[in-house]
């Protein structure tokens, strides 16, 4: 297959949304991550437009973090610590998110970025962690402050790959996750209390979802690594690529 990369390729970043402020905010550690691995970051505001518009601007795509999925979106129940819902970003990634993925086009979810996922793939989410999985483990520290923990990477997965290490210890700072796993996406990693904390689609080129903040750990090489395979698969024509014979090439990566 005779491939033509492209350099260097578009990534859309999705942002936050502060309506009290007026003001959209992006963390400025996703833009860091796809500057410094060869892609150009452009900052996508959650606001109505046609995702098929959007896409065809973009190579690649990056779900950020931020508040919870309002739960009407995947038949969920109210719940006292569900905080910060925007409708409004809810709508704009979960209908950006259903085609992205239908056109194969390469996806990297990342926290909440990993439950737009899910539940635009008909997943659903457990509303609050501590009440079904206790405190041994904290996924995020009181006052809403991030924790380290470590993962267990399946050494089988496309993500053990790419990081080339089976246990990592990563950032985490949430308080859902996946409840049920939608059709086509496979579990690759987990907590030491049986948490998810990584899925990858099994008839998609490049499409991974990550329960931890990679780019809250840039200086690790292998954290650093999942951007630079995200930029590796948006280099390339995605209607050329068949999801069964994609291989990434981690030589050179500094994978541990």
């Known amino acids: ?43 996508l505001p959650p ?14 795509l990056i779900f950020t973090g931020g508040g919870d999925i309002d739960p009407d979106f995947y038949n969920g129940s109210p719940h006292p610590t569900i905080y910060g819902t925007d409708p409004e970003r809810d709508q704009a990634e979960l209908a950006l998110a259903k085609l992205a993925l239908a056109k194969h086009k390469p996806v990297l ?20 962690l501590p009440e079904e999985f206790g405190e041994a483990i904290l996924h995020r520290e009181e ?6 923990h470590t993962v267990r990477i399946y050494a089988d997965s496309q993500l053990s790959q790419i990081m080339g290490k089976e246990e990592l210890t990563v950032v985490s700072w949430h308080h859902q996750t996946v409840r049920t796993i939608p059709y ?3 579990i690759v990693a987990k907590a ?18 990550l329960q931890w903040h990679p780019e809250l750990s840039l200086p690790d090489s292998r954290h650093f690594s999942i951007f630079q395979a995200l930029i590796q698969a948006a280099s390339f024509d995605q209607d050329a690529l068949n999801p069964n014979s994609f291989h990434l090439q981690t030589t050179g990566w500094g994978c541990g």
């Open 192 to 209: 030491e209390d049986g948490l998810i904390e990584a899925l990858e689609h099994k008839q998609h080129p490049f499409a991974i979802a």
């Open 143 to 148: 006052m809403l402050k991030p924790s380290q």
């Open 184 to 186: 086509g996406w496979q």
């Open 47 to 60: 606001v109505q437009s046609d995702p098929a518009v959007l896409l065809n601007q973009l190579d690649g």
């Open 109 to 128: 979810g990342i926290c909440r970025g990993l439950e737009v996922l899910m539940v635009a793939s008909g997943g659903d989410l457990v509303p609050h």
């Open 1 to 43: 297959m005779n491939l033509k990369p492209m350099t260097p390729p578009i990534i859309g970043i999705t942002t936050y949304n502060y309506k009290p402020t007026g003001n959209f905010y992006s963390p400025a550690g996703y833009t860091q991550a796809v500057q410094s691995a060869g892609g150009i970051p452009i900052l």
